[in-house]
């Protein structure tokens, strides 16, 4: 199968081939090499290797998306963004043009965890067609829609990469924000990690000061899919976080972050930042005073 370059602005997209069809877009599943565990997942449940997992079935026409590969390995932390020649080289290897209309979904089993992270990834890089597939590929498969084991060699396209600076955060910004208080940032992992009371992935826990927890689950239904703009406004509402009002969002490694950044934008907040370093680099590059934790507090500290 062949997808044109039809461009659609629907942030969603359906779960449904008709769907697909109709938006003509580029599909691309997107994940890690290794899916490693979070936070209440059993150990022997991991790791995956999600670029097998491709291989053996996925949508039909659809390219993979390694942001193990589409991302600065010269840099000491997780995932951060690429530079434009490096993003641009890599979608345009995966057939995506400026004019394309991207899809992306993931196969994690709670609908959707790191298609979100490619979604802002394009949208960063100046791409504004692009969609993430609501509920992902485990209610793909749920519904009974076509895949494949035939891995589709893309024809590469030119792909034009333009960072947009005001959708990325760096620490020295989030150093600043501490004092000057000049947007609201939102924590997405789990209330644990946030709080400073179980270990972070092999990291001390804690937050920044300042920040507001919203697990990045809280957005999701139990099938998977993203809840109602009306329920996720009262998510934001409910921690006080002001949606006409600046806002970035972190997390463990800059993935789950985006899941705030989409969530505010089906609410029509387009203007979300993520610090892309997230708490890997904050731990490492913060003073002490600036890690907040409940269990450094509980032993005086």
């Known amino acids: 199968m062949r997808f044109g370059t ?4 629907k942030v969603l997209a359906k779960p449904t081939m008709r769907g697909l069809k109709c938006s003509s877009p580029k599909v691309v599943s997107q994940s890690t090499s290794q899916t490693m565990p979070r936070a209440g997942q059993p150990r022997r449940s991991c790791p995956r290797n999600a670029r097998q997992e491709f291989k053996e079935r996925h949508i039909p026409g659809a390219s993979f998306f390694d942001i193990e590969e589409c ?5 000491p932390y997780d995932f951060m963004l690429p530079s434009e020649s490096h993003f641009a080289e890599y979608v345009g290897g995966l057939g995506v043009s400026n004019d394309t209309h991207v899809v992306v979904y993931d196969g994690d089993e709670v609908g959707t965890f790191y298609a979100p992270r490619a979604w802002w990834m394009f949208r960063a890089f100046g791409h504004k067609e692009v969609s993430v597939l609501n509920g992902g ?5 749920k519904e009974g829609h076509p895949v494949t084991a035939e891995v589709t060699q893309p024809t590469p396209a030119v792909f034009k990469a333009r960072l947009n600076r005001a959708l990325v955060k760096t620490f020295e910004e989030m150093i600043q924000n501490v004092s000057s208080l000049k947007f609201q940032v939102v924590d997405s992992r789990p209330e644990g990690r946030f709080r400073g009371t179980e270990l972070d992935q092999g990291l001390e826990s804690g937050h920044i000061p300042g920040a507001v927890n919203i697990p990045f689950h809280s957005f999701l239904s139990e099938t998977g899919h993203e809840k109602s703009i009306e329920e996720i406004q009262e998510i934001f509402r409910a921690k006080k976080v002001d949606l006409s009002k600046p ?3 972190t997390c463990r490694k ?5 899941q705030i950044a989409l969530a505010a934008f089906l609410c029509g907040k387009r203007d979300v930042a993520v610090y892309d370093g997230s708490w890997s680099e904050w731990f490492h590059r913060a003073p002490p005073h ?5 269990l450094k507090r509980s032993k005086g500290h």
């Open 6 to 9: 039809r461009v659609c602005t």
């Open 71 to 75: 991302r600065d390995k010269s840099s």
């Open 137 to 141: 590929f485990k209610n793909w498969l």
């Open 247 to 249: 806002l970035t969002a």
């Open 254 to 258: 800059g993935v789950t972050a985006c």
């Open 290 to 294: 600036y890690k907040v934790s409940e």
